[in-house]
């Protein structure tokens, strides 16, 4: 009993059951040691080993044989889609007044901006409180200028009535909130002209006359060839589209690894082909995937993190191949896509889409930050029901703005004395101008392109959909 480990666990009130090390009280996993010991892994920052064991683990860790294996796949380039830091071509066209009427401009802790939290709450602090409201002022000019016609597009189309009525295979995970959003982003996808149900093949001309097709093969111009989820997780909203849409083809696109996936139902489907890539968007190029090379393909993700709904129009529109012809273009391969963006707060100026576009709005690269430190406020509320539209919140800001003379002693004091709607608010309209950015770059690409709320805030707060199709669709 006396031959344990002397290290306390509070939550089990007990010392651990470790037989100690020769020489200390302790086992291995609880002896003290310094932290300056320790380093992270070269291979795999997430875990940490001795400095002097480094050149070991190394030749052993397990993540070791997994990148050695990515890294000799064809479809595998270190950074392709992510972007530059700066862009000279983008700053060169926006005038050198405008960045000097910054509210942030005369900040001088503005250059060594971190991109954590607590660097973007920490330059928030650090500023006037009149900056601050300048600052809040820019955002809601510039909501009310590119944010106008923002549409409600809640859908349920006749396609998912079997995920809709849960008639589908009971080992299948339903969650009725998820559910309500993969059925509304395929329903506006069907909308726009993405894709198209069966039963819309069935009415189409390659029938027998009964209504039927012909064979299952038959031409049918606006079918789905191939499918590409990006932050593809377990894949259920690919499971939803290989349920109701017939779909042929699937690529699902995920770095980490998951149990209870899609895979084995969606293997089990006739004919349906399916693969999934292990690799950061960042580094993935889809002109390489030797499978879906020259054939035409649809893209969609249900809620891509941050910077990953930039990672993944880079990697759809193949940005990195026309840069020297000054952009413009759009994958010939590419019929649509469907991008469901949330946690703008994860956002980095070195991979958002489309700098120039800000930069042309006013909007620096340092007040970017501040923009999607904000954005977190949108989804710290209480969702049980909906928030005003933001578009309506233009009171509640200019409140804001009112109590600058009652004695605030900073930013602050001001910030802790905002209302949750206020901040809501404000958050709202940060994350709407982040979304408009990556509409219009669409758009510039020759995209037909739309930006929808496609479930109530109360399904989920995080509830904007990006959703384009190509002209050739028209």
């Known amino acids: 009993m006396e031959n344990r480990c002397k290290f306390w666990l509070p939550k089990k009130k007990r010392f651990c059951a470790n037989v100690p090390l020769t020489e200390s009280v302790f086992c291995g996993n609880h002896t003290p040691r310094s932290d300056s010991q320790w380093i992270p892994c070269p291979i795999d920052p997430s875990h940490s080993v001795l400095e002097e064991n480094l050149e070991g683990h190394l030749r052993r860790c397990p993540l070791l044989k997994q990148v050695e294996s990515l890294t000799h796949q064809p479809f595998y380039q270190k950074g392709i889609n992510a972007g530059k830091e700066e862009d000279q071509q983008e700053i060169e066209t926006v005038s050198s007044t405008r960045l000097e009427d910054s509210a942030l401009a005369d900040d001088p802790k503005s250059e060594a901006f971190g991109y954590i939290l607590s660097e973007m709450k920490r330059t928030v602090y650090s500023m ?33 009535g079997m995920w809709v009525k849960r008639e589908v295979d009971r080992k299948l995970p339903f969650q009725e909130k998820h559910v309500m959003q993969q059925v509304s982003i395929l329903g506006n996808m069907e909308d726009f002209g993405v894709i198209k149900s069966s039963i819309a093949k069935e009415r189409a001309d390659c029938d027998d006359g009964d209504g039927f097709p012909v064979r299952d093969d038959c031409d049918y111009s606006n079918g789905v060839p191939a499918v590409v989820e990006f932050g593809a997780g377990r894949g259920y909203l690919t499971q939803m589209l290989a349920d109701c849409y017939g779909i042929k083809r699937v690529f699902l696109v995920e770095r980490k690894s998951y149990k209870l996936k899609a895979d084995r139902s969606l293997r089990q489907k006739e004919s349906l082909i399916l693969q999934r890539l292990r690799i950061d968007i960042e580094d993935l190029n889809l002109n390489a995937v030797e499978s879906l090379r020259g054939g035409p393909f649809i893209s969609i993700g249900k809620h891509l993190c941050g910077p990953a709904t930039d990672l993944t129009l880079r990697c759809c529109l193949g940005e990195q191949s026309n840069q020297s012809n000054g952009g413009g273009c759009v994958n010939p391969n590419l019929r649509g896509l469907a991008i469901a963006t949330c946690c703008h707060h994860l956002c980095q100026w070195k991979h958002y889409i489309n700098k120039k576009y800000l930069l042309e709005l006013g909007i620096t690269k340092e007040e970017f930050h501040v923009i999607i ?9 209480d969702h049980g029901t909906d928030l005003p539209d933001v578009t309506d919140c233009g009171f509640h800001l200019e409140s804001i703005g009112k109590k600058q003379s009652h004695g605030d002693n900073g930013v602050e004091d001001v910030v802790r004395n905002m209302k949750a ?35 109530p805030s109360s399904v989920s707060p995080e509830n904007h959909l990006l959703i384009a199709r190509s002209t050739n669709l028209s």
């Open 128 to 160: 006037s409180v009149p900056d601050f409201y300048k600052l809040i002022e820019k955002i809601e000019s510039v909501h009310k200028s590119i944010c106008k016609d923002i549409q409600e597009s809640y859908k349920v189309p006749e396609a998912c």
């Open 373 to 381: 430190w904000f954005t977190s406020w949108a989804v710290d509320a």
């Open 421 to 455: 709607v206020e901040r809501a608010a404000l958050g709202f309209m940060c994350k709407q101008i982040i979304d408009m950015g990556r509409l219009m770059w669409m758009k510039e690409h020759g995209l037909e392109a739309q930006f929808v709320k496609y479930v």
